[in-house]
């Protein structure tokens, strides 16, 4: 990447972290509501079709349409380069391969938000993963999502515990006194989220069913004995890991000058 495109690169990419931000304190937003009884739970495209339905709704559509944009090159220049050093063994490896899968994640959820702003209904990261299931079986594709699924959620609670998100954050330790409650309430919150949706991934693998989503896991969730609570504290869980999304818009390394394109 020349050292031109290097310099304006950075500023897009924050605007992606800040984007997932946006998304993920709506969903946690109304799962804290669903909680309670007053509203439902959303998925992120339900969470798309909230911001795009306000008063600002064109504006916010093509924010995000830039931030998902290059919220996706940016992880896939992570998962080619290894700009954060996380190496060519096995582990590494597998994290690279999950940068990937969320470039292609964001791409999509780029491509649907770009679908909704022109007017359209359809399109967008659901039609992609039927396409993949067509492809190659439903079922295979249900199995291998799970197991993805699992590894990504085991990853973010690990990666919360042992605070490996520091590396990442270019900030002073007085900000990281309030990042680290704020970012490992939220990574364990997604996590959670995750695992609870390659245990519905795998379930359907084996039985089959209709195709799982955030949005059942969270249902998922407060169907639970105290599910009220639980989906209280998953609903305000997902609003930290917003917040700490914002924190990265702001002190992530985007260390772009290290990729080798």
Known sequence: MAGKMKRWFRPLARIGYAARGLIYAVIGFFAALAAIGTGEALGSQDALLVLLSSEAGTAISYVLIVGFGFYALWRFIQAWSDVDRHGREAKGIAIRLGLAVSGVIYAALASYTWSLARGGGGGGSGDWANMLAGLVGARWVAAG???ALASAGLAHIVKAVRERYTRYIDTDQ??????????KTGLIARGVVFLVLAFLLATRSVRGGEQASSK???EFIQSLPLGWLLLTLMGLGLIAFALYSFAEAVYRRINVEDARL
């Open 145 to 147: 999502l799970a197991l």
């Open 174 to 183: 007085s900000k990281m006194k309030i990042i680290h409650p704020v970012a």
């Open 216 to 218: 059942a896991a969270l």
